[in-house]
């Protein structure tokens, strides 16, 4: 069974800081490329940041140079680093693993929810 658990969501003041962790079981966990995306209520689902599976990255424009993605294939986990957080990063945050072989492999976690507010 697949199972991917965020965890490390919370309430925190602007300027600050929060890391998110994905745990993946049940996959390949190297041979899938993993992306973070969010959801703020009324908005559509963002993509944040993601990761292939060699460890190249991508970032969406609005947390540039303010979120890092990383991977360890060896605990099965995916991170995003989150700092200078403002309030409009408010939202729910999703992982998704994703790989294509003769089919797509596609699965989501259950989110946690990240609250920037003083």
């Known amino acids: 069974q697949v199972q991917l658990v965020e965890s490390g969501g919370g309430l925190v003041q602007p300027g600050g800081f929060l890391k998110l962790s994905c745990a993946a079981s049940?996959?390949?966990?190297?041979?899938?490329?993993m992306t973070w995306y969010r959801q703020a209520p009324g908005n559509e689902r963002e993509l944040v940041a993601s990761i292939s599976s060699s460890g190249s990255t991508n970032y969406g424009d609005s947390v540039k140079g303010r979120f890092t993605i990383s991977r360890d294939n060896a605990k099965n986990i995916v991170c995003l680093q989150m700092s200078s957080l403002k309030p409009e990063d408010t939202a729910a945050y999703y992982c998704?693993?994703?790989?294509?072989?003769?089919?797509?492999?596609?699965?989501w976690g259950q989110g946690t929810q990240v609250t920037v507010s003083s």
């Open positions: 049940g996959i390949s966990f190297s041979t899938y490329d």
């Open positions: 998704r693993a994703r790989r294509h072989t003769s089919i797509w492999n596609d699965y």
